[in-house]
C-alpha cells in the first residue's frame, strides 16, 4: 500500500512541476454491464454513472474521478431453470493516468488505471429455485480493485470519453463472479 501511494505522489509531483495544466468538471453517462460467473449464462444490465473529475498535467496527466453509478446483471443456468439479476448502486473512485495529443481546442487522449469501487447497496431478484441451489451466491465483497482502460476527446470545455472497466478482483469469490462493463460519459470542464 506504501508503495502505490509514493508512486501516486511521484506522479502528482511530475505532473505539477511540468507546467501542468489544471482542470475540473462534471460528467455523466451510461454503462452496459455484465457479471460473469462460473457455470451461468449472463446478459447485460444498462445503468448509470455520475460525478466529478479533475485532470493535472500537460500532454501526461493525471485525472483522479468520483462518482456515483449503477451496474450489473443478469444470470441463468444453462439449463434455465435458474434466473436472477442483480443490481449495485456503487461508488467509484477512479485514478487515471493518461496521454493526449492533437491541437488545445481539440485534443484526443487514452488513459487508463485502478478504479476502488465500493458497493453502497445491492438489488437482487432471484428466482426461488435460484436461492435454494445457490444459498451463498449473494455474498458481495464491499469494496473490489478494478481496471479501466480507454479513448476521449476534448472539444473545448466538453469532453466524451469511451471505457471498458474488468474485475481485477472477483464480487463474489464464491461463485468466481467478475463485473465487467463499457461505458460512455460526457462532460463538462468548469475550471
Given amino acids: 500500500m506504501r508503495k502505490h501511494i509514493l508512486i501516486l505522489a511521484l506522479l502528482i509531483s511530475v505532473c505539477i512541476t511540468a507546467k501542468a495544466q489544471f482542470s475540473v468538471g462534471v460528467k455523466a453517462g451510461v454503462n452496459y454491464s455484465t457479471i460473469d460467473a462460473n457455470n451461468l449464462k449472463n446478459s447485460s444490465v444498462a445503468g448509470y454513472q455520475a460525478g466529478v473529475f479533475a485532470r493535472v498535467g500537460g500532454s501526461v496527466y493525471l485525472q483522479p474521478?468520483?462518482?456515483?453509478?449503477?451496474?450489473g446483471g443478469q444470470f441463468q443456468s444453462d439449463d434455465n431453470v435458474y434466473s436472477g439479476t442483480v443490481k449495485f448502486t456503487n461508488l467509484d473512485l477512479p485514478v487515471?493516468?493518461?496521454?493526449?495529443?492533437?491541437?488545445?481546442?481539440?485534443?484526443?487522449?487514452?488513459?487508463?488505471?485502478?478504479?476502488?469501487?465500493?458497493?453502497?447497496?445491492?438489488?437482487?431478484?432471484?428466482s426461488q429455485n435460484f436461492n435454494a441451489t445457490y444459498n451463498d451466491f449473494r455474498s458481495y465483497k464491499?469494496?473490489?480493485?478494478e481496471g479501466q482502460l480507454g479513448a476521449?476527446?476534448?472539444?473545448?470545455?466538453?469532453?466524451?470519453?469511451?471505457?471498458?472497466?474488468?474485475?481485477?478482483?472477483?464480487?463474489?469469490?464464491?461463485?468466481?463472479q467478475r463485473q465487467n462493463l463499457w461505458a460512455l460519459s460526457v462532460g463538462f470542464k468548469i475550471l
Avoid: C
Avoid at 97 to 121: A, C, W, Y
Avoid at 142 to 145: E, H, I, K, Q, S
Fill in 65 to 71: 474521478e468520483l462518482y456515483l453509478s449503477g451496474t
Fill in 142 to 145: 464491499n469494496l473490489t480493485v
Fill in 96 to 126: 487515471l493516468i493518461g496521454v493526449r495529443f492533437g491541437p488545445q481546442k481539440l485534443n484526443f487522449r487514452i488513459m487508463g488505471g485502478p478504479v476502488f469501487t465500493t458497493i453502497l447497496n445491492t438489488d437482487e431478484s432471484l
Fill in 152 to 176: 476521449g476527446v476534448d472539444f473545448g470545455p466538453l469532453t466524451a470519453d469511451l471505457r471498458y472497466q474488468f474485475g481485477v478482483n472477483e464480487v463474489n469469490e464464491d461463485h468466481q
